[in-house]
């Protein structure tokens, strides 16, 4: 079955910079929209961005400038590269993917597989 593991996360400064991974498996990775998204405590689930089959991106208002969402088929691997972290974006950072045909859409219900989420804590 899809299995997705997230890590990466960590306690950073503002101003710092974090690599996130999401590790894949059980279905054919290439083939797959693949998404980051963030729940921050009492919040909502949102968007930060997403990636199709052809590398196609799609990035959050919030965060565009400052990540980076990318994938390497050859590793079933997903990344998200932060930089400019801000106190805003602490959060549990999840991975998400879902079943072409697809998009590189940035809302959860899109999404019918999940990770169990890192934490990102950036501390002002």
């Known amino acids: 079955q899809v299995q997705l593991v997230e890590s990466g996360g960590a306690s950073v400064p503002a101003g710092g910079s974090l690599t996130l991974s999401c590790t894949a498996s059980g279905f054919t990775f290439s083939t797959y929209c693949m998404g980051w998204f963030r729940q921050a405590t009492g919040k909502k689930r949102e968007g930060v961005a997403a990636i199709d089959f052809r590398h196609s991106t799609n990035y959050d208002d919030s965060v565009r400038g400052r990540i980076t969402i990318s994938r390497d088929n050859t590793k079933n691997t997903l990344y998200l590269q932060m930089t400019s972290l801000e106190p805003e974006d602490t959060a549990i950072y999840y991975c998400?993917?879902?079943?072409?045909?697809?998009?590189?859409?940035?809302?959860?219900?899109?999404?019918?597989?999940w990770g169990q989420g890192t934490q990102v804590t950036v501390s002002s």
């Open positions: 998400a993917a879902v079943s072409p045909p697809c998009h590189a859409f940035i809302f959860p219900y899109e999404y019918n597989n």
